[in-house]
């Protein structure tokens, strides 16, 4: 059984379950929305997970009844933000969905409610993903001032085609579990109630796989994952060019404020 340490604090919690693990983003008062912390965190948490051979699959989920993950917490982009704390939020973003990419593991996302902005990109990164049927999935960028460079903008594309990937990254619509399902976003749908027990399922048929060739078949598969790394990084250190700018305080701050940002004044 697994004996090695794992990432356990108010940020992230793991849970190792038989030759399961899976890690909760903690923070549901905010809709699990990640900070640097929580962010680097995570990172740690995948990198411990992945490198213990008595762990089969790997789980990512949010804490709470609500949300997976709203991505970056905007509080700390609104007003007048870190600009190098922003810089390594953007850059360690990489760092995080590469470490999911990483593991020799699979790991499947368990989408128990709202995937949005950078949650929706841990979707992206995840080999599966499962959701539950009050699911809500999108990308939030040029809404509140950012844009989704490390999944959204490209990988996605390859998932569900570039023009609705394009529709996704650019006008920040919401998409039900459902309409996920048909685009090609997700693997399967769950009753809110057994999204656990339908994520257990497929974890069973994962564990009784052989681990060495599911690791070469996950290897293998992330090609295109790979030819994608400078787009990734380049994306987000123009992200981290960008820190603390007008339009990004705007949108931060109006998201915040609950209204309506306006960009109108940036057009001139």
Known sequence: MSVLPR?????????????????????????????LTTQTELTQAFRACGSDPA????????????????GGYLKDLAGEPDVNQLHQLFVGTVELVNAIRATRQPVIAAV????????????????????????????????????PVVGGTNMLALMIGEKRAKEVSFLCRRYTAQQALEYGWINEVAPHAALRERVE????????????????????????WDLLQPGFNHGARLLAASAGSAEMREGASAFMEKRKPDFMQFRK
């Not at 762990?55 to 709203?70: N, Y």
């Open 7 to 35: 990432v356990n604090t108010e940020n992230v919690v793991t849970e190792v379950d038989g030759h399961v693990a899976w890690i909760w983003i903690n923070h549901p008062e905010r809709h699990n929305a990640f900070d």
């Open 55 to 70: 762990i089969g699959a790997i789980v990512l989920s949010g804490k709470g009844d609500k949300a997976f993950c709203a």
């Open 112 to 147: 128990n409610g709202y995937a949005m902005g950078g949650g929706n990109e841990l979707v992206v990164a995840c080999d599966f993903a499962i959701a539950s049927d009050r699911a809500v999935l999108g990308q939030t960028g040029p809404r509140v001032g950012s844009a």
């Open 201 to 224: 399922a497929w974890c069973a048929e994962i564990l009784a796989l052989s681990p060495r060739y599911l690791e070469i078949a996950k290897v293998s598969s992330n090609y295109w």
